[in-house]
């Protein structure tokens, strides 16, 4: 068997993992931990296309990897494979532009980028220390979100706010989901020759959801800002918004500011609309059923991703190509298709029967014969491009 390599991601409450053999092409076992540090905890395998859940009596991180190298201790024949381990890491702030081999340096820089991730990169530094602990000896790579923005210009990443906040604070925008716009625009050079010296924009529509232009293979805009907060409306967050609301929204409801801002971050959005769920194939149901508050929240978030999609293509000399990705992005037709009737200006056109029987977790072009621009779904995948980014950084 070839080597393997093991993807972790780290959160405060979850840890996902996978590991993946054939230079990251198939992926051999995955799972989750998840609600660590409750009473509720389990971690669940999914290996040869069974799944096994194991409560956790010891609900912490550490015990999650425990039973990890557990599981491959009883499976020699993949333990044996295992070359190294990559980290998912949220913010790389202004230190990390690309993947890295972990050393101390790395774990403190990581610990500094904390203050725009207050959640997620103390999670991911405990992985990586608990990682180091039980695999001692495996080398260590972190593949952090914000990196492939790097190559943004200051007319685009800096806020129009007095420059002492830049200078001394570094609040600007970062963006988020680099590696799966990264894994998109080597997909796609690959199936569209010559991409990669065009102008590409991308919707990654998950949860979390943002746009990026793609400038030559470079990230030249993207909608996500200093958080994830920014850009377009999400699952249960707000995206971009008049700033006041923050003030209104806490006196309205005589809260604190962090409280109101909790608002725009888990009870806004898809949810917030809907007055549902934040789940757009429930959504998808209910506006079958007849719900328009369903339908309404919907064609909110298409008309906002094709608003920042809009906004981010300036960067762009052509809009060459459209690919849509991410669970909403790769499975809702409906959706697909109400974001590019808003693109109609821009002579975005897509082939409704393409589009509608688009095969599930395949990649495919559904623009018309007519469309200026070609459109795609292409499946996106994160732990392919951090498995392959381990595998190019250890064996150097
Ligand atoms: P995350 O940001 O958590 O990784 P995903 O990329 O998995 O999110 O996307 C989750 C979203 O994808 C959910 O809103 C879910 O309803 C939506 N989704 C998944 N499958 C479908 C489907 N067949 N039709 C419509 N929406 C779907």
Known sequence: MKESILVINCGSSSLKFAILANAGQDTLVEGIADRLGSDESSITFKYDGQKSQIPLKDSSHKNAVTHIKQWLNEHPAIESTLVGIGHRVVHGGETFSQSVLINQDVIDGIKDCAQFAPLHNPAHTKGIEIAFELFSGLPQVAVFDTAFHQTLTPEQYLYPIPMHFYREHHFRKYGFHGTSFRYISQKL??????????????????NG????????????????????????????????????????????????????????????????????????????????????????ALDMFAA????????????????????????IGENSHYVRRTICHYLKAFNIRIDSTLNDNAPRGEIANISSTDSKTDVWIIPTNEEFMIALDTIRLIQH
């Open 304 to 327: 906002r991703t094709a608003k920042h999609l809009v906004s981010v293509a300036i960067t762009l000399d052509s809009i060459d190509h459209l690919v849509f990705t991410g669970g």
């Open 189 to 206: 050079a690959q199936v569209a020759k010559g991409s990669d010296q065009q102008g590409v924009l991308v919707a990654h529509l998950g």
């Open 209 to 296: 959801a943002s746009t990026c232009a793609i400038h030559h293979g470079q990230s030249s805009d993207t909608s996500m800002g200093i958080t994830p907060l920014e850009g377009l409306m999400m699952g249960t967050r707000s995206g971009s918004l008049d700033p006041s609301l923050l003030s209104f929204i806490s006196q309205a409801e005589n809260i604190s500011a962090d409280e109101a801002l909790e608002i725009l971050y888990k009870k806004s959005g898809l949810l917030g609309v809907s007055e549902r769920s934040n789940d757009c194939r429930t959504l998808e149901e209910a506006m079958d059923s007849g719900d328009q508050k369903a339908k309404l």
